[in-house]
């Protein structure tokens, strides 16, 4: 059956495009013009390019293409829900009928909208089975007593963050919280922790949210994670085993040997 990959920002959904070509799977990618990177041209798919607010045109493509199951794979920063840029009529409708406009409202809107079209949201991480995150330790090096200290006490303040959408990281030193993730999005998260911290070790806590899918907004660890953890003095990382994307895992997790970095995976809270 033919699909669509809607492509936001970051490798996520370029490593699943390359993974549909060479399975051999028949696949349309549709590149969100703000925020996906031009690379996708480059993949040999057939692509079409829409603007952030376009939900009409995405469901036209949709149609035409004969496409009834979707991928939603990258990011789409939160930021942008305050942007400038404009919604065709039927976004526009949705965003009125919202009496919140979090991610799970937004993005569980749109799902409903392309459901009542015959068009459905499905496992974003589908094609990347591989790549998500196992229990245990991930890396070399094990979490001494004070880094899982941290990261239990950050857990239960992530999983409470995340439960009412407002991030699905934060950033930890003595069990304190230093910074929680809103917007801004976990690097930048990062920095200003280190700013915060003057010094002290942190550790990054990233849990997913109580939804019981994976459908949009999966917690994602790239290369770009880890060197910004190595910048700011950040030496664990606890995820959500089963939940969270590693793109380019085994670099990753090189990397993060090199740095001398631990990585756990924990099982998810439901």
Request: aromatic residues 4%; hydrophobic residues 45%; glycine residues 8%.
């Amino acid at each position: 059956m033919k699909y669509a990959v809607l492509c936001g920002n970051g490798r996520f959904p370029l490593l699943a495009l390359d993974s549909a070509r060479s399975l051999g799977h028949e696949v349309v990618a549709i590149g969100i013009k703000e925020e996906a990177s031009s690379e996708i041209d480059s993949l040999g798919v057939k692509t079409y390019w829409i603007s952030l607010g376009a939900l009409s045109r995405l469901i036209s493509i949709l149609k035409d293409e004969n496409v009834r199951e979707v991928m939603f794979c990258g990011q789409v920063k939160h930021a942008k829900i305050f942007s400038s840029i404009a919604p065709d009529w039927r976004l526009a409708k949705l965003l009125f009928s919202l009496r919140e406009k979090n991610t799970d409202a937004l993005i569980g809107g749109v799902v409903q909208v392309l459901a009542d079209e015959g068009i459905q949201l499905v496992d974003s991480t589908r094609l990347l089975k591989p790549l998500v995150a196992g229990e245990g330790h991930l890396t070399r090096r094990k979490p001494d007593s004070d880094e899982i200290r941290d990261i239990e006490y950050g857990r239960r303040v992530a999983n409470v963050l995340a439960s009412v959408d407002i991030g699905q990281s934060v950033a930890i030193s003595g069990r304190a919280c230093v910074a929680a993730e809103a917007m801004e999005g976990t690097d930048a998260m990062l920095r200003r922790a280190a700013c915060l911290a003057e010094g002290k070790p942190l550790r990054l806590v990233k849990v997913s949210r109580r939804r019981g899918h994976l459908l949009f907004d999966v917690p994602v660890v790239g290369l770009t994670t880890i060197d910004v953890m190595r910048e700011t003095g950040t030496t664990a990382l606890a995820v959500d085993a089963g939940r969270t994307l590693m793109l380019d895992r085994e670099e990753l997790i090189q990397r993060a040997n090199d740095a001398g970095i631990s990585i756990a995976g924990y099982i998810a809270v439901e």
